[in-house]
Structure formats: C-alpha cells, structure tokens
C-alpha cells in the first residue's frame, strides 16, 4: 500500500536484499508505524465525531447560529408526514430524503431520530460524554505522530527528497492523470505526481486544518489562542471546516482503496505490512517504468 504516512523508500538496517531484484525494501519500520497510527486514529475519530456531531446535526457559516438567523448551509433530521416519520438531509436549502440512512434509522420497527444509524457511531448508543474522550484521545495521538514526522522528515530530507513536486513532475501531471484513468500502473520505487499532489494536500493541508479547527472549537482553548476563532470566521464557521475536512479524507480513503485494488492489493499491502513491494521488471528506455503507479 503505497501510504499517507510515509519516509524516503530506501534500504533500511531492517532490510535483508531478495534474490528476486524486482522485490525493494519500499517503506521503512518508520512509515509503517505512523501509517497504522493515523489509520487508527481517523477511524476512531471519525465515528466518535459522527456521534459528537449528532447532538447537533446543524452546519452553519458565521460566528452565530439559531433560529434567529439563516445562516444554515447543511443539516440532518427527521420530520412527521403522512406516511409516518421520515428522516432528511438538506444542503444549502435543498431537500433530500434519507429515511433508513441519515435522520431516521434503526432496526424495523425500533427506529428512532438520529443523525448517522448506530453502526456508524462510536459509541452506537448515544452518550456523549464518550464519545468526546475517544475522540479527543485519538486527536491527541493523530497530532503527536504528525508533528514528529514532519519535524523527522524535515531533519532527513525526507520532504524534499520524495514529496516535494519537481518540474519534471509537474511536465508529467497530463500522462499520470491519463495512466490512472486507464488504470495502468508503473510499479517503481518513486512516488508519481498524482501521489505526491494527493499526499502533500492530506499531510499539509487536510490534517492540519482539521487540527486547527478542532482547536478553534474547544472552549478551553479560548484563553490560550483567542484570535483563532476570529481568523477562521467564528466558533460555527470553523465547525463546519472541520466536517468539510472530514468528509474530503473519507473521500480520499475511498480512492485511495480503489487505487489499492486497481494497482494490486497484495503487492500493496506486502509493502505497507513488511515494507517490500514488488517493482516493474527493468525495460530499456522505458521512462515510464521509473515512475509508481
């Protein structure tokens, strides 16, 4: 599995070269680690935050909401109809029926108004009180591993080195683009520019921004950083980032499974469980083989 969480792929003291040269040492104890780590953590993150979110299922832009203003732009509920209760989802004014899935779910005959169905909740029943702890707690682990490694990555030259896009990656974006389309993969030890675009934007961009937003919504940070609800617009404002955010990593993860299973799941996930990964055989003047899928 070519990873989120990643170091250069190199030799490591834990690597032992194969007869077989097309079989590299890709990911080190390192970039394993932290890919379990934050693959843990953002699941349960993210269904403690479904079960958080549902006790106010209500997105908002502004420093203030209620029934006093028209300032929500997202929301789940459940509302009486002829036909019996039925649950909706409305995004910027419009109107979608989700009974079964969001608003209105359960077992036959034993549903109930809830936001998201208690399998996709932590805890399924609702209590609140655990939910914040479990995620708060996996925050806390998610924030401390990434800011290691990004201190770690800046003191190797790991950022540099294998993240970084370069010109001639930006001169290839058209054929990587038109490569994963056709689902034709180039097995090699290098990270393409798709990858390297779609890594940096989670590391650098998604990630921190969830975490400045969960900052931004805690009371107690307040006296600490109490310009920060002010740069991102108010307290509701940067709530509904921070669902944004969450909605573009499961968005992430879902194609990130699709490119596993396209580029071959059992290479893939050799490499993220035991950091070998089988490459390309070498072709002469084949560029294209220099680049991963």
Do not use: C
């Not at 040269?21 to 379990?36: K, N, P, V």
């Not at 995004?91 to 208690?118: E, K």
């Not at 940096?200 to 921004?209: K, Q, S």
């Amino acid at each position: 599995m070519e990873s989120v969480a990643m170091t250069q792929p190199s030799i490591g003291p834990d690597a032992t070269t194969p007869k077989d040269t097309t079989l590299i040492y890709r990911q080190s104890r390192w970039t394993r680690l932290t890919h379990w780590l934050w693959a843990i953590s953002l699941f349960f993150m993210l269904l403690s935050g479904l079960q958080i979110f549902g006790a106010r299922p209500q997105l908002y832009i502004g420093k203030q909401s209620g029934f006093g203003y028209n300032n929500t732009v997202f929301a789940i509920g459940a509302e009486n109809t002829a036909t019996g209760p039925r649950g909706y989802t409305e995004i910027f004014g419009h109107r979608f029926d989700t009974t079964g899935v969001l608003g209105w779910s359960g077992p036959a005959g034993q549903q109930t108004s809830r936001a998201f169905p208690s399998w996709a909740t932590i805890p399924s029943y609702y209590d609140l009180g655990t939910a914040r702890v479990v995620h708060f707690f996996f925050a806390w682990i998610l924030t401390t591993t990434l800011v290691v490694w990004l201190v770690a990555s800046l003191v190797n030259g790991h950022l540099r080195r294998d993240l970084a896009p370069r010109l001639d990656d930006i001169k290839r974006l058209p054929q990587d683009i038109i490569d994963h389309a056709k689902l034709r993969f180039h097995h090699t030890r290098e990270y393409n520019t798709l990858q390297k675009m779609a890594y940096g934007g989670v590391l650098f961009v998604l990630l921190p921004l969830m975490i400045i937003t969960g900052l931004a919504m805690s009371p107690s940070m307040n006296s600490v950083l109490p310009w920060l609800n002010e740069v991102l617009g108010g307290r509701q404002t940067a709530r509904t980032i921070h669902f944004t955010v969450m909605v573009l990593l499961v968005g992430f993860f879902i194609i990130h499974m699709l490119m596993i299973l396209a580029a071959g799941p059992i290479n893939e996930l050799r490499s993220i469980i035991t950091g070998w990964y089988r490459t390309d055989p070498p072709a002469h003047g084949d560029e294209a083989s220099k680049r991963s899928a």
